[in-house]
């Protein structure tokens, strides 16, 4: 997720300071990602340097008080209208935690690895439990909060597909591998006659 894009997401709407920023983002991300606020900060620091956002004293207003307020220039605007249109990359496999810990355990003498994939299963099942129960009783003015859940549920379902599947396939290969062994035993056998 680039918080810097949302940001200047935010900033688009109009100028505003760096704690209202991150309760603005908490809220509209349905209070899923939690923000620290030294984040948001760093954050507008950055935006600034590149000159995508300025600040009340770069605009040469000169404020009391602790709270700055910052607002997105043309740069950050063009920023964020490419960042809107530009396609996420997923044209190569992320290198998912999971996907690893079953490549390791395939190699790893001793290793359970049907074990694994039902652990992993289960847990995964239960957060969709817990996903769904959250979506149930969010309110319906909610659409944030729906729409993570929306996305959590499906992205974790695909999860359990890839376990089912991986399940599938070691089992195959299981049934496959005595008969290949069988097979070249045989083919050894007939050349030594």
Known sequence: MSIRHALLALLAEGPKYGLQLRQEFESRTGEVW???VG???LTLQRLERDELVESEDAAGVEREGPQKTFRITPAGQD???TWLRTTPDVAGPPRDELVIKVLVALRLPGADVPALLQAHRRHLVELMQRYTHLKAEAPDSELSL???ADAELFR???VVRWLDATEARLAHQSHEQPTARTERAVTRRAARV
């Open 34 to 36: 939690p923000l620290n």
């Open 79 to 81: 920023e964020l209208t």
């Open 156 to 158: 974790l379902e695909a």
């Open 146 to 148: 729906a729409l993570i």
């Open 39 to 41: 984040q948001v900060y």
